[in-house]
């Protein structure tokens, strides 16, 4: 069974860096690719960042370009979401999504229960 | 950017009804288009991919259809568990962006 575990959510103020981790257990890690989708309280999903399975290949949307950075430990079954120069636009559950490739594409499997960040001041 | 819009914003149906929910995109998407069902409080969930194809352990009243711009997630006989709210999702301009469509919310009549 995929299982896939986030932490390290938490209160941050505007300006601050947070890193999200996802512990995935149930599957071959290493062998398929990885993304963050993120849900603004009461609003839609908005896919954040993608990962190929080896890790050689990151995604983003633009609205994170340049401030998140997707990597994965494949060692530690993890998956990381580095978070800086947060704003309070960031605030929504984060979910740490399994897909079925090892390359990225965008097909959203399996998903984890999702971590809270909260960027306010 | 694609734009999907979904249809209707809210769907009032009774136990063992059929629910039709319809996505359309602002430009052909192929056949690179998934649905997500979302229960109050919980993660979503992948029920379609590539616009027919069922995810494992889907039940089989689940149903999509459609390719290029017009989507249909049918749900054959509504159980109690299915009153949630639905997202589709596309992939076609893949690598970038993957949008959503801002759901539809499935409430008991």
């Known amino acids: 069974e995929v299982q896939l575990l986030e932490s390290g959510g938490g209160l941050v103020q505007p300006g601050g860096s947070l890193r999200l981790s996802c512990e995935a257990s149930g599957f071959t890690f290493s062998s398929y690719a990885m993304s963050w989708v993120r849900q603004a309280p009461g609003k839609g999903l908005e896919w954040v960042s993608g990962v190929s399975g080896r890790g050689s290949e990151t995604y983003y949307a633009d609205s994170v370009k340049g401030r998140f950075t997707i990597s994965r430990d494949n060692s530690r079954n993890t998956l990381y979401l580095q978070m800086n120069s947060l704003k309070a636009g960031d605030t929504a559950v984060y979910y740490c999504?399994?897909?079925?490739?090892?390359?990225?594409?965008?097909?959203?499997?399996?998903w984890g229960q999702g971590t809270l960040v909260t960027v306010s001041s | 950017e694609i734009v999907l819009t979904q249809s209707p914003a809210t769907l009032s149906l009774s136990p063992g009804e059929r629910a039709t929910l319809s996505c359309r995109a602002s430009q052909s998407v192929s056949s690179y288009l998934a649905w997500y069902q979302q229960r109050p409080g919980q993660a979503p969930r992948l029920l379609i991919y590539?616009?027919?194809n069922r995810a494992t352990g889907i039940p089989a009243r689940f149903s999509g259809s459609g390719s290029g711009t017009d989507f249909t997630l049918t749900i054959s006989s509504l159980e109690p568990e299915d009153f949630a709210v639905y997202y589709c999702?596309?992939?076609?301009?893949?690598?970038?962006?993957?949008?959503f469509g801002q759901g539809t919310r499935l409430d008991i009549k």
């Open positions: 999504v399994n897909e079925p490739y090892d390359f990225w594409s965008g097909t959203l499997y399996y």
């Open positions: 590539d616009a027919s």
């Open positions: 999702q596309q992939r076609s301009n893949w690598p970038l962006p993957i949008t």
